[in-house]
Structures are given as C-alpha cells and as structure tokens.
C-alpha cells in the first residue's frame, strides 16, 4: 500500500515562500506520475502541478506558474514544491497525489498541510 506524507505548510507573509515536501513509502516511487493540489475553505480542490514519472514533464496551474516549482528525487520517495511570491489566495491545504494507474487519475493522496498567506 503506497503512503504520501505531506509536511513543510505553515504561515507565511505574502510575498514570502515555503517548500513542501510529499515522502513516499510502500510502493515504487518511481514509476508513477506525481501530483500537487490544494483546496481553500469553501471552494473545490483544485489542481497546482504535475511531474512525470521520470521529471522530464511538468506541468502548472495557471494561477501559480512562474511562481511555484516541482520537483522530485525518486532516490529518495520524495516530491517537493517550491512555492515563491506567496500571494493570500495560495491559503489552502495542500495535497500530493500519486497516478499509480498512468494517466490522470490520481488514486493515492496524502493528508494534506495547511498553507496559510497572510497579507
């Protein structure tokens, strides 16, 4: 059974950044596409970013592109992302999410770490 593990969230200024981290145990890191999302209170989760399975590919939300970057280390389980230029509506709980079945249908998903962007 695969497990993602969130953790690197907290309160930061706007304008300010965070790294979060996603380790990954149970399964086979590398051979899956990996996800971040997040969801604010009282709207619907949302996309952030995409990297392929050998971190050739990514792909961003148009809300945070230029400001956030994934990355991975499967040598390590690990996926981060780097989130620059923090704006208050970046405030959510983010989630990383694993694509075991290819594709873009996430299967597997963290707890989630709570981001807030004070301004």
């Known amino acids: 059974q695969l497990q993602l593990v969130e953790s690197g969230g907290g309160l930061v200024q706007a304008g300010g950044s965070l790294r979060l981290s996603c380790a990954a145990t149970g399964r086979t890191f590398s051979s899956w596409a990996m996800g971040w999302f997040r969801q604010a209170p009282g709207k619907e989760r949302e996309f952030v970013a995409r990297i392929s399975r050998g971190r050739i590919a990514t792909s961003y939300a148009d809300s945070v592109k230029g400001r956030f970057t994934i990355s991975r280390d499967n040598g390590k389980n690990m996926v981060d992302l780097q989130m620059n230029s923090l704006k208050p509506e970046d405030t959510a709980i983010y989630y990383c999410?694993?694509?075991?079945?290819?594709?873009?249908?996430?299967?597997?998903w963290g707890q989630g770490t709570q981001v807030t962007v004070s301004s």
């Open positions: 999410a694993s694509a075991t079945r290819g594709g873009y249908e996430y299967d597997y």
